[in-house]
């Protein structure tokens, strides 16, 4: 329900789902959601969290198992008012994986309530960060953010998701709400995917751009590599950028994720658009490494250039050389890096060593005497 929260507050919200549920041609069930931030109440420290209050139909329509006790039922709504449903992760975080938890009674909000079951731990849904689950009467009514209200539904075996999209924008609109978005649950859990790879492609190009104007842009005429060395320069920067990404990625969510549990004890909501930054960030970082790293390279057997030397004489302004010179040790070539980039003429200068210089870097075979 993004976009139109003011119209989607809880009540209403658990309303219109039972409604539709009942006049929809494209769906056999429809449960809603709503996310809250929530607060553990034990008995020597008290942990943030994320609860989620949910339609009793909400797991039997995703077709879930509980891992011990069970799971809401319709029936819940009215005799189990207080019922709480648990994930594995708090029940062993904070529970020690109790055996027994099933009955036992937990402070949530300051209200008590009672476990009836345990999620299993391979359960996922779209935000993964929420421990407790809840009915809709649970506690007073809130209105929610955007992107934390919404509804699931399960789709009649011959209806197709343009179809209930048109259903439901009528529903919507007739009972006076706004139009709600509609995705399918496999789009929304790649969502993340797509959304790294979408940065990670950016990225790419972007760094391909930077990199042709870096590393070939006003002297391309003193490079000149065959269709298998170039193809073979730019596939190893693009792969070595994609590692340096992927390692981005991967530290950003398990660092923010780490750091969040010991400073709360959980994974707060905050860790998700964190995460994004840090590895914004540290993009940029891995990136800009990257660029440098390949400007130091052969451009030919891509090895990291040695002999670094200082050339010139030492200026008289600023006390620095004209530049630093990096040859290959196989001979390939020279480049010229200038100590001061004071105009657009001077960029690394590749020059490309001929025949009569591969003597200089031959190495000689020890003679072994008799």
Known sequence: MHGSFTKYDEENLFRAA??????????????????????LVFPDKVVNDISARVSPNFFDLLGNKAALGRLFTP???TNCAPCVVITDRLWKAEFNSDRNIVGK???????????????PESFVFTFPEVSVWLLPR?????????????????????????QAKQEFAQMAEKDGYSQPQMESFVSRAHQGVKLYLFFTVLSLFGGIALG???????????????????????????????????????GSLELTGRVSIM?????????????????????MVALSWSLYDQGRRCRFC?????????????GYLFLGWWGTELVCSDGHGLLHVPEMKSSWQEFDQWVSLDESWKPLFEHEEPVHTP
């Open 75 to 77: 029936a819940d709504e």
């Open 302 to 314: 891509l090895r990291r250039l040695g002999n670094e030397a200082s050339v010139g004489t030492p």
């Open 263 to 283: 400073l709360t004890g959980s994974v707060h909501p905050l860790v998700g658009p964190f995460s994004t930054w840090l590895f914004l960030v540290t993009a």
């Open 212 to 250: 042709s104007s870096r590393l070939g842009g006003a002297k391309t005429r003193k490079i000149k590599l065959s269709f298998v060395h170039g193809l073979r320069w730019w596939g190893f920067f693009s792969v070595k950028t994609l590692l340096l990404l992927a390692i981005c990625f991967v």
């Open 138 to 162: 649970w506690g007073t009514t809130t209105n929610n953010f955007a992107d934390r209200t919404g509804a699931v539904l399960r789709m009649q075996p011959q209806a197709t998701l343009a």
């Open 18 to 39: 039972a409604q539709w549920a009942e006049r929809s041609k494209t769906a056999e069930m429809v449960a809603a959601y709503s996310w809250h931030p929530v607060g």
């Open 105 to 119: 009674t937990i402070s949530v909000d300051g209200r008590p309530g009672t476990v009836i079951g345990v999620l």
